[in-house]
């Protein structure tokens, strides 16, 4: 090989390294550069996401929480500027927007990273069955509870009663077994258990009133009285209304109303006195009462009261669809309890569809006693709210037969203006 051969291969290598070179330095930057905007990019979603936890956590602990006394949070080298909303409707919307800084060959590398969240407050027709205080009774083997189940009691069981949704209570349980033929001690928890569990019982009757007042129907006797109202919802959306006063006998001639017309906001309320209810419900409402002395705050079932297409759907062995063919929902809302009629029309079963609120004791019926004739089966397709357990049969048969099952709409939807709880839960997290 000649010299101007050796010549060509040492420049052929020298500009083949430098180009090797170039290219290894270059690759080197980028990586560097990628990898510090990852750094930079995940320091400031930490930031953010740490933020909107520290803000939900202290909503969960206090449902009053309106935010920090200051709006900057400091952490891990950057911070994050926190904004809360004034709760509305019982919802609360966090925006959490965060900043984090890095100073890289010189140059300074900012990031923004934003977490929104709605909290809202937990709903009682959420709970297929919710009782403030259990008592001494027992839900024993062959008892099926469907739905999620609270109490703020102490929950006794005996034997191997089954329940479908979650169960939680405020005082622990207690477990009885091999007692009045009911087996081992082993009841069935399908959808878990968890204790303690606090969720105290409220009702805000003044906020219904608002409600009703703003849109909805709100009846009121002008000269100050307690004021019965009865209502017959009718299949074709309208309702056959009429009044009377507390304690008198005589009821005004029915009006028969659109109820698209008469509550916009679908809250019917009556601010002292009872309502005298049945029929068949068409479209989405919430009827309820306040109470005014010991014989009101009362909602009397005068018969049935249900949806035009029954909420659920039955299949094998007993458990239950919801029914899409169903549309309608109804909330009854009573300050003292909801009661069934010891009528004829109620003397051979009653169906109710809805979730109903007894803020001051439980659905019960109307004169009931060991010595009364049974009644057949008292149908409850919705939710039951109740402050203490009332007797609404027999071990003799008389009274009813009860069977509760729960519509499993109102995990997503409730009736306008349903009761909530003091709880929030997490309804909406975007990141």
Not at 153 to 170: A, E, H, I, M, R
Not at 318 to 324: E, F, I, L, Q, R
Not at 350 to 374: C, T
Request: hydrophobic letters at 35%; glycine letters at 10%.
């Amino acid at each position: 090989m000649g010299g101007k051969a050796i010549l060509l291969v040492v420049i052929s290598f020298s500009l083949m390294f430098t180009v090797v070179k170039y290219n290894s330095t270059n690759t080197t930057a980028q990586a560097t550069e990628r990898l510090t905007s990852y750094y930079v990019k995940t320091n400031a979603h930490n930031i953010a996401s740490s933020a909107a936890n520290i803000a939900a956590n202290e909503l969960f602990r206090n449902p009053n929480w309106s935010g920090f006394g200051h709006d900057t949070l400091y952490m891990n080298g950057g911070y994050a500027v926190l904004t809360v909303n004034n709760p509305v409707n019982a919802k609360a919307k966090f925006d959490a927007k965060a900043v984090y800084s890095f100073f890289y060959a010189g140059e300074k590398i900012t990031e923004e990273s934003r977490v929104n969240f709605i909290l809202n407050a937990t709903n009682y027709s959420r709970f297929g069955y919710y009782t403030k205080n259990w008592g001494t009774g027992y839900l024993v083997t062959g008892d099926t509870i469907d739905g999620p189940f609270h109490t703020q009691g102490k929950l006794n069981t005996l034997g191997s009663p089954v329940f479908l949704g979650k169960v939680t209570t405020k005082a622990g349980l207690k477990m009885v077994g091999n007692s009045y033929g009911y087996g081992a001690a082993n009841p069935e928890f399908k959808g878990g258990y968890e204790t303690p569990v606090d969720v105290p019982f409220t009702l805000n009757t003044s906020a219904l009133e608002g409600i009703a007042t703003s849109g909805g129907k709100l009846f009121n006797d002008p000269s100050g009285h307690n004021l019965d109202v009865r209502l017959k919802f009718n299949s074709d959306g309208t309702v056959d209304w009429s009044t009377k006063k507390t304690g008198t006998s005589s009821w005004t001639t029915p009006v028969n109303a659109d109820l698209d017309t008469l509550t916009t906001n679908g809250v019917i309320w009556n601010k002292k006195g009872n309502i005298y209810l049945s029929g068949t419900v068409n479209g989405k409402y919430t009827v309820g009462t306040a109470k005014s002395g010991g014989s009101t705050g009362n909602v009397y079932l005068e018969d049935d009261i249900v949806y035009r297409n029954d909420p659920l759907k039955f299949v094998s062995g007993g458990t239950t669809v919801t029914n899409p063919d169903c549309e309608d929902m109804l909330g009854i809302v009573a300050e003292q309890q909801v009661v069934v009629k010891d009528n004829a029309a109620n003397r051979n079963d009653i169906n109710i569809h809805a979730a109903l609120f007894n803020y001051g004791g439980g659905i019960s019926v109307e004169g009931i006693s060991s010595s009364k004739p049974n009644m057949g089966k008292m149908r409850i397709h919705g939710s039951l709210i109740e402050n203490t357990a009332q007797t609404t049969g027999y071990t003799n048969g008389a009274g009813y037969n009860q069977v509760i099952k729960y519509d499993k709409r109102y995990r997503h939807s409730t009736p306008p203006a349903f009761p909530s709880t003091t709880s929030y839960e997490i309804v909406s997290w975007f990141e």
